[in-house]
């Protein structure tokens, strides 16, 4: 039964006397695995206990009962939480009215949350020479991380940049080749946090008429010489010894 007397109070927090005889879990972990997912995992020093209690808070002093798990369970993963925040966790045994001591503290930020694509659709096909690639935009984010490959698994990079401000990358001209699949993705960055990133799309490219293309020079545009007179005159004495 929990009473003042079987407390203990350590710099100004409460921790409970182990009277059970159960002994506390140690080498607890938290460790991220999106934005919205930190998974748990501790070891089961006892052999009497019934439940894990696992407690959580977002300030390391004031805990909150957040669940339990089975006898002999050393995981747990705590799912729904919001992105890119710290969260403390610790774990006791407990039978009854009788619980352990504390496990150490571990703590976790989850991860910014994953990029949207939005455009151009993933398999399009006929893209020009310098596609703009679009995808939803989040507040708080400092930065966007795009990479650009020929290939699926991103061992080929054209594009590699992790500074980008916009939701939005214009591909310059000349990077990507005509009639030719390419891969994306791209994900959220800050200093000291990074996302996912984003489901790989595609896009194919079309036909890539430069500058210098016969396509692009029209009669209208450039009409043929005159020959006058003069210039035929001119040209067969320019011809004579």
Request: aromatic share 12%; charged share 10%.
């Amino acid at each position: 039964m929990f009473s003042i007397s079987n407390c203990l109070l350590i710099s100004g927090t409460v921790f409970a006397k182990d009277i059970s005889g159960l002994a506390a879990p140690t080498d607890l972990t938290a460790v991220p695995v999106s934005s919205s997912q930190i998974n748990l995992s501790w070891t089961d020093n006892s052999s009497g206990e019934s439940v894990f209690r696992i407690e959580f808070s977002l300030t390391g002093v004031l805990w909150t009962l957040k669940d339990s798990v089975g006898a002999n369970v050393t995981s747990y993963n705590n799912t729904q939480l919001n992105g890119n925040t710290v969260y403390f966790y610790r774990v006791c045994a407990a039978e009854g009215g009788a619980t352990s001591g504390y496990s150490n503290i571990a703590s976790a930020q989850t991860l910014l949350i994953t990029p949207v694509h939005i455009s151009p659709s993933d398999g399009s096909t006929n893209q020009p020479g310098n596609p703009n690639l679009r995808w939803a935009n989040f507040g708080g984010i400092q930065f966007y991380h795009l990479q650009v490959s020929r290939d699926a698994g991103f061992s080929s990079l054209i594009i590699n940049d992790s500074n980008l401000t916009q939701a939005s990358y214009i591909i310059p001209l000349g990077f990507l080749n005509e009639y030719t699949t390419y891969y994306w993705h791209v994900r959220c960055r800050n200093t000291n946090n990074a996302g996912l990133y984003s489901s790989a799309w595609n896009f194919t490219t079309g036909q890539m008429q430069g500058p210098n293309t016969c396509e692009d020079f029209s009669a209208d545009q450039y009409p043929p010489p005159t020959m006058t007179e003069d210039f035929i005159t001119q040209s067969y004495w320019s011809r004579q010894p």
